[in-house]
Antibody, heavy 135, light 111 residues
């Protein structure tokens, strides 16, 4: 069974850090890009960022609201994706979902003819872990 | 404020059809055929229902269909069933700067 299980959520004070983990099973983790999506209490979904598979560079992209504060990484040997959250703000309070990304969108950079890969749909979701930022 | 605009709520009776709209701009919905839809029941994780505007993942009933016209994407649910009552979110690729944008969500009530 394909499964994602998040862990590491909890109560943290503003300005502090927290690291979330996402343990995957039931599929070849290293073949897929992975994303994090969050949902503030009573609100809609917000994309946080994704990490490409090693085959596509293993690089990351982030939403403007978290860029410079959050870092996504992966350990393919353990089938785990991480979300390191620094300088947390009260508005980061949310349920954080780990997701497996679908097929990549291939974008060719005209100047270099280099291919970049982007992801926008998530075909597997974890149950989520709650992060509360409060003093 | 979400990047994509959805109606806050829609409703329909069992057996009827409902359509949920998702309006963006030429920088997201209108610029690419990369729109996905998610269903979320209360307290549960979202579930992918449609991707690439109109493709259904395996296991999703063919009562669910997607389409797009200009800057507006739509999710149509035909033959409404009680279990379809949930929140629905649209999502679009938004280019290599904004990447991914979601709609604010629509609550579907089955009367």
């Amino acid at each position: 069974e394909v499964q994602l299980v998040e862990s590491g959520g909890g109560l943290v004070q503003p300005g502090r850090s927290l690291r979330l983990s996402c343990t995957a099973s039931g599929f070849t983790f290293g073949d897929y890009a992975m994303s994090w999506v969050r949902q503030a209490p009573g609100k809609g979904l917000e994309w946080v960022g994704f990490i490409r598979s090693k085959a596509y560079g293993g690089t990351t992209e982030y939403a403007a609201s978290v860029k410079g504060r959050f870092t996504i990484s992966r350990d393919d040997s353990k089938s785990i994706a991480y979300l390191q959250m620094n300088s947390l703000k009260t508005e980061d309070t949310a349920v954080y979902y780990c997701t497996r990304d679908g097929d990549p969108i291939v974008v060719v950079v005209a100047a270099t003819q280099r291919e970049n890969y982007y992801y926008y749909y998530m075909d597997v979701w974890g149950k989520g872990t709650t992060v509360t930022v409060s003093s | 404020q979400s990047a994509l605009t959805q109606p806050r709520s829609v409703s329909g009776s069992p057996g009827q059809s409902v359509t949920i709209s998702c309006t963006g701009t030429s920088s997201d919905v209108g610029g690419y055929n990369y729109v996905s839809w998610y269903q979320q029941h209360p307290g549960k994780a979202p579930k992918l229902m449609i991707y690439d505007v109109s493709k259904r993942p395996s296991g999703v009933p063919d009562r669910f269909s997607g389409s797009k016209s200009g800057n507006t994407a739509s999710l149509t649910i035909s033959g409404l069933q009680a279990e379809d009552e949930a929140d629905y979110y649209c999502c679009s690729y938004a280019g290599s700067y904004s990447y991914v944008v979601f709609g604010g969500g629509t609550k579907l009530t089955v009367l």
